[in-house]
């Protein structure tokens, strides 16, 4: 089963930015498709971003579309998300997510496994 490990949350400005980063080991980085999911209190856990094996196609929930970047490495085992132009609702716990199955490529949360404690991403207003 594949680990992963965030790092790079914290407290952020609204219109201010933030990277966070994820880890991960265990299994072939570069044989999956890669996700970010958040939480916020009180809600169901949703989807933010994917991207394919490549990196060259990424897909991204209505409301971070034009403000936020998934990005990796393979060479590191490491997915990035950049957020830009934050917002007070994008206030969540962020969680790095990787589906079960290689051929995976959907945003059901149910498919994937987390990180998990997850990385704090607070925007004050």
């Known amino acids: 089963q594949v680990q992963l490990v965030e790092s790079g949350g914290g407290l952020v400005q609204a219109g201010g930015s933030l990277r966070i980063s994820c880890v991960a080991s265990?299994?072939?980085?570069?044989?999956?498709?890669m996700g970010w999911f958040r939480q916020a209190p009180g809600k169901e856990r949703e989807f933010v971003a994917t991207?394919?094996?490549?990196?060259?196609?990424?897909y991204y929930t209505d409301s971070v579309k034009g403000r936020f970047t998934i990005s990796r490495d393979n060479a590191k085992n490491t997915v990035y998300l950049q957020m830009n132009s934050m917002k007070p609702e994008d206030t969540a716990v962020y969680y790095c997510?990787?589906?079960?199955?290689?051929?995976?490529?959907?945003?059901?949360?149910?498919?994937?496994?987390?990180g998990g404690q997850g990385t704090q991403v607070t925007v004050s207003s």
């Open positions: 997510a990787a589906p079960q199955s290689a051929y995976y490529t959907g945003s059901d949360p149910g498919r994937y496994y987390f």
């Open positions: 265990g299994r072939t980085f570069s044989s999956y498709f």
């Open positions: 991207i394919t094996r490549s990196g060259d196609t990424t």
